[in-house]
T-cell receptor
């Protein structure tokens, strides 16, 4: 079945890099997404990667996809206090109307 | 540009009372619409989705129901709230997949925080 897992919590110091990991079980996904949720707000798309790509870089964000291990990661370079939020990974499938979300990783950036 | 609205923003209701949460989308037509619930400190649970007027798919059994009376309006309801219905309710939309191809980014509303006492 479909299952997406993330670690629940990550704490980093301001200026360091953050790496948030995600594993999934269904390898038929077409796109994988990273969403950010700030306190008391809805989710906003940060970035996405097509399933036939290995890496995507977008300014401070780097997404790595290892299809063999079904592992997705989000690296945030030079992490700032404004990056403190919950980060969700999600799988999308071309034949489905649904996204399958992970449980979210709470990132805390310490000054 | 497209906009998604949810109201109310916050709601405190007693156990056993009815519920109606509304979500509307502007700037697009024939969207797919979704209701999610996020319990405190937990991930997203998909409750309902709709691919058209009057078409509702339920993901989990519960005392909630959803309706789509108009193309860009999605309503979440309950006849009698339970304590376990407390949470943060998020509405989302995505383009009609027939037009969007394989890419189906979901756009989320600001959410409604429901507290059942």
């Amino acid at each position: 079945g479909e299952d997406v897992e993330q670690s629940l919590f990550l704490s980093v110091r301001e200026g360091d890099s953050s790496v948030i990991n995600c594993t999934y079980t269904d390898s038929s996904s077409t796109y994988l997404y990273w969403y950010k949720q700030e306190p008391g707000a809805g989710l906003q798309l940060l970035t996405y990667i097509f399933s036939n790509m290995d890496m995507k870089q977008d300014q401070r964000l780097t997404v790595l996809l290892n299809k063999k291990d079904k592992h997705l990661s989000l690296r945030i370079a030079d992490t700032q206090t404004g990056d403190s939020a919950i980060y969700f990974c999600a799988e999308g499938f071309g034949s489905s109307y649904k996204l399958i979300f992970g449980s979210g990783t709470r990132l805390l950036v310490r000054p | 540009s497209q906009t998604i609205h949810q109201w109310p923003a916050t709601l405190v209701q007693p156990v056993g009372s009815p519920l109606s949460l509304e979500c509307t989308v502007e700037g697009t037509s024939n969207p797919n619409l979704y209701w999610y619930r996020q319990a405190a400190g937990r991930g997203l649970q998909l409750l309902f989705y709709s691919v058209g007027i009057g078409q509702i798919s339920s993901e989990v059994p519960q005392n909630l129901s959803a309706s789509r009376p108009q193309d860009r309006q999605f309503i979440l309801s309950s006849k009698k709230l339970l304590l376990s219905d407390s949470g943060f309710y998020l509405c989302a939309w995505t383009s009609d997949l027939r037009l969007a191809g394989l890419y189906n980014e979901q756009f989320f509303g600001p959410g409604t925080r429901l507290t059942v006492l």
